[in-house]
């Protein structure tokens, strides 16, 4: 079966339907920032999203796009945290049932954020198998409709308007960085910069403990994530085939950054922006501290995908 890549034609209209769901997030520059990275660096602040994530853009297009007769039945997934709460408050605000298969390691701020829009749990084991085990379990009891985290052409249109805003408020943008985990985000911006620059470079962020999507476009085929360890618990899953076919047509390459990369990018946002991100946020400013050679001299954006962090366990406050 061949795969429908979305165009920008599709983003455009995908913005046009939801734009007046969602925030027009800001892009916040920090001249001490500045200074450390040796360029200029546009930050999109997905924190600011409704939900506290970029995940609430693909969500919401998603569920905006379902039928009556769907919508009736619902909606369902699996996730450990900010794609769950986005789904459960883009179904609530349309008064659909939203239910969510989650890991029980999933941070309790997010627990208790899908809880909070709506959103039916049910827990399970912290692997891919178990969450999708547990998700067809869901779907053969309620008939719900799938919403995949990121393997899903409404979501990526969705997560795609985000680099599009950045490059509307920035045209002079040179390079993008982006974090990866199962790649909506990451495809999505591709395909927005490419097609409003093709000159600029696009690049996927990734922790080395959960370094699957680097050896994937390494190896030419997709390696599965396998019980990844990191601080970064948006960035657990695998590519799909999907993102994977977009990542590896327009993204330059992939760069990895340690946890301790990660809690010191973090931790400098914090202190110099005065704003809140989370650990897999914090992988694209990371990935720009640790390549000064890439973003030198030249304008660079990097997408902050969220802020959901559990603020009684911050990793920058254990060292």
């Not at 085990?133 to 997560?159: K, M, W």
């Not at 076919?245 to 809690?263: A, G």
Request: with cysteine; glycine share 6%.
């Amino acid at each position: 079966m061949s795969l429908i890549i979305p165009t920008y034609q599709d983003i455009r209209e995908t913005h046009t339907r939801i734009r007046g769901l969602i925030h027009r997030t800001p892009v916040l520059s920090s001249s001490g920032i500045n200074t450390i990275a040796g360029s200029t660096l546009y930050f999109k602040c997905e924190n600011f999203q409704k939900t506290g994530a970029f995940k609430y853009r693909g969500a919401t297009n998603a569920v905006s796009l379902l039928t009556e007769p769907e919508a009736s039945k619902g909606v369902a997934t699996h996730s450990s945290g900010n794609h769950a709460a986005a789904l459960a408050c883009a179904s609530q605000i349309r008064n659909i049932p939203c239910y969510i298969a989650m890991p029980r390691t999933a941070p309790k701020n997010k627990i208790s954020a899908v809880r909070s829009y709506g959103g039916i749990i049910t827990f399970c084991n912290p692997t891919l198998r178990d969450r999708e085990e547990t998700l067809e379990r869901i779907l053969s009891i309620t008939d719900a409709s799938f919403v995949h985290p990121y393997d899903n052409f409404n979501v990526i249109c969705g997560q795609a308007t985000a680099a599009k805003e950045l490059l509307e408020d920035h045209p002079d943008t040179e390079a993008l960085f982006v974090p990866v985990g199962g790649g909506g985000i990451l495809s999505g911006s591709a395909v927005s910069a490419k097609s409003l620059n093709d000159k600029i470079k696009v690049y996927g962020c990734e922790p080395a403990n959960a370094d699957d999507a680097y050896r994937s476009l390494k190896k030419g085929r997709i390696i599965p994530s396998v019980n990844p360890v990191t601080i970064a618990d948006g960035l657990l899953t695998s590519l799909s085939e999907l993102t994977f076919e977009i990542i590896r047509n327009h993204v330059e390459e992939i760069l990895t950054v340690s946890e301790h990369d990660i809690v010191t990018a973090m931790k400098i946002i914090w202190e110099r922006m005065k704003i809140i991100i989370e650990p897999s946020a914090a992988v694209a400013f990371a990935a720009v501290l640790n390549n000064p050679r890439l973003v030198h001299g030249i304008k660079a954006g990097v997408i902050l995908t969220g802020g959901n962090t559990d603020l009684l366990n911050l990793p920058f406050a254990q060292t």
